[in-house]
């Protein structure tokens, strides 16, 4: 079946820019996690979204950083005026609902998307 | 939150056990130890996670130490597309989270 999709798997911008990148999860996945890989670096965490319930943006680097999602489908995730920083890939994930018991699902990541800011 | 230490690299033989050690000593009681691997330029995919006990997989098997301190990963017969970059992983979950912590991962180069 198809994965979590991600677009546009490039992005070039120039510093002050803002972005939009896009995310669409394995139907049926209620849960959507966001994080950043710079080059050479594990992923950090950004954000997860479960559900309709309040997502948690801890992981979010500055005010400049913000995410959505429409219910259970596609989440947005914007960088406003870019810095040079900010030049990483941004994985998007998604995981079924909790199983019963207090098990978890594996997360199910994305190809990213490769932003590069000028 | 946890943090893990892996080495940076490591060599194995096609055909060899491969061993990937990772040390997680902050690691909290109800906190899951998860492996992912990294293939260049692609997500990263799922190979294995576990709590307390010794779990196995058609791709893996995990080893945790009683303390939970460490763990290590064992691919029983590496072959050279095992070839990848190994995260060792904490999962911390709460009533309003759920994220993984990754390390810097091991690379793991099988040679023929």
């Known amino acids: 079946g198809a994965g979590v999709s991600q677009s546009p798997s490039n992005k070039v911008t120039e510093k002050g820019k803002d972005v939009e990148l896009r995310c669409d999860p394995i139907s049926g996945h209620t849960a959507l996690y966001w994080y950043r890989q710079r080059l050479g670096q594990g992923l950090e965490f950004l954000i997860y979204f479960q559900g309709n319930s309040a997502p948690d943006k801890s992981g979010l680097p500055s005010d400049r950083f913000s995410a959505e999602r429409t219910g259970e489908s596609v989440s947005t995730l914007t960088i406003q005026r870019t810095q040079q920083e900010d030049s990483a890939v941004y994985l998007c994930?998604?995981?079924?609902?909790?199983?019963?018991?207090?098990?978890?699902?594996?997360?199910?990541f994305g190809p990213g998307t490769r932003l590069t800011v000028l | 939150d946890a943090k893990t230490t892996q080495p940076t690299s490591m060599d194995c033989a096609e055909g060899r056990a491969a061993n990937l050690p990772c040390n997680h000593s902050?690691?909290?009681?109800?906190?899951?130890v998860y492996w992912y691997r990294q293939i260049h330029s692609q997500g990263p995919q799922y190979i294995i996670h576990?709590?307390?006990n010794n779990e196995t997989n058609e791709m893996a098997s995990l080893i945790i130490t009683e303390d939970r301190k460490s763990s290590t990963l064992i691919l029983p017969h590496a072959t050279l597309r095992d070839t990848a970059v190994y995260y060792c992983?904490?999962?911390?979950?709460?009533?309003?989270?759920?994220?993984?912590?990754f390390g810097t991962g091991t690379r793991l180069q099988v040679f023929p």
């Open positions: 576990g709590l307390k």
């Open positions: 994930a998604s995981s079924p609902r909790v199983l019963a018991g207090g098990l978890y699902n594996e997360q199910f």
């Open positions: 992983i904490v999962r911390v979950v709460s009533y309003n989270t759920d994220k993984l912590i």
């Open positions: 902050t690691i909290s009681g109800n906190e899951y």
